[in-house]
């Protein structure tokens, strides 16, 4: 990024009125992508229950701290440390292979329920496609009898996030500038490795979820009744997204999945309706390697557009706030291995308009 918005000291100008909503609102969809991962992960331990009693636990735990503490020593000495890894991790799965006869079992179970996490990421982003909504990503829509149009300088923001487990370190540095009509997406995710007792399976499948939001907005007044198209126009100045995984010797998995959205919310006194716009979901699956990813460049030349239309039929003289911004989701398994994330995306949203239909 070679001229980052400048984080601004001084008091906003705008103002936030709908935050206890629209957070509310927020949590709400967080708790709804999370859930159904987190109804799973239990299920997978029950299944686990089957093959893995503790006295096989326990003796796994040895195993593992046995090739731990002999890898860490032989990283003092000389020598190619990916020669060293691979022997190590290899080493490892080996004498668990050996030593627990339903090895294997664990192994087949583990990839049944990583393709069951899949397609409830499939059935989400069916569930948006079936919403109302367009997003645009090389022309620009055709326009539309605007009954008001807004630009910057924004007299509303909102922004929030939500951890679901807190086991992941999170830093987020990301922030809104309604003056200018900046968003800046700045996270850094890292989801360790839990150094627990593996006596029991409350370590299998270990989760977390981090969500967080920007967004500028302003108010509108309807004119006449009926419906509202919304439309936003954003531009991308600056993206680099990028995750990993990193193994630790054992029962190795891990999974990491990103997605980066646009929103759009109506804010009424007492409710909040609006839309998600998935613009981009990418991740990483691993059984024990070290694996890194960089998600594809977003277009830096040409702005994307985005366009709602809210289900309610308005009266006249109703007074909305609506909000336009970015979004992004991490959601982290991990099982005797690591996941990290680093998010750096700076937009401005341009253009918020509304048209009667």
């Known amino acids: 990024m070679k001229h980052p918005p400048v984080k601004e000291r001084r008091s906003k100008t ?50 593992i701290g046995r090739v731990q503490a002999e890898y860490h020593r032989t990283n003092l000495g000389l020598g190619p440390e990916l020669s060293r890894w691979k022997t190590s991790h290899r080493k490892a799965q080996l004498t668990l292979a050996r030593t627990l006869p339903n090895y294997r079992d664990w192994k087949s179970l583990a990839e049944m329920f990583r393709k069951k996490r899949q397609l409830l990421g499939k059935g989400e982003l069916a569930a948006r496609a079936l919403q109302d909504i367009h997003i645009d990503r090389d022309d620009i829509l055709p326009p539309d009898r605007e009954v008001a149009a807004f630009t910057p300088p924004f007299p509303l923001y909102d922004s929030h996030q939500t951890q679901h487990a807190d086991l992941a370190e999170v830093q987020d540095n990301s922030l ?154 991490i959601a982290s398994v991990i099982n005797d291995m690591e996941t990290s994330a680093r998010a750096r995306l700076w937009w401005q949203l341009q253009k918020l308009s509304v048209a009667m239909v």
């Open 176 to 329: 809104e500038m309604p003056g200018i009509g900046h968003l800046v997406t700045d996270v850094a995710f890292e989801h360790r490795k839990d150094d627990f007792i593996r006596t029991d399976l409350a370590g299998f499948g270990t989760m977390d979820f981090y969500d967080s939001y920007r967004t500028c907005g302003s108010t509108f007044t309807v004119p006449s009744r009926g419906k509202l198209k919304l439309r936003a126009t954003f531009k991308n100045f600056y993206n680099h997204v990028v995750c990993s995984t990193k193994d630790h010797f054992g029962f190795s998995e891990a999974e990491i999945d990103i997605l980066l959205e646009f929103i759009i919310v109506v804010a009424q006194p007492n409710q909040v309706k609006g839309a998600l716009f998935p613009l981009a979901r990418e991740g990483l699956v691993s059984f024990g390697s070290d694996l890194s990813y960089l998600f594809p460049s977003l277009d830096t030349t040409r702005p994307y557009e985005i366009e709602y239309r809210p289900p309610e039929i308005f009266t006249a003289g109703t007074s909305v706030n609506i909000y336009a911004g970015v979004r992004i989701f």
């Open 14 to 63: 705008a103002s936030r009125p709908d935050h206890t909503l629209t957070a509310k609102y927020f949590q709400k969809l967080s708790q709804e992508q999370s859930q159904p991962r987190v109804a799973l992960a239990e299920d997978y331990r029950r299944s686990l229950k089957r093959i893995l009693s503790k006295k096989k636990l326990s003796s796994a735990s040895e195993i």
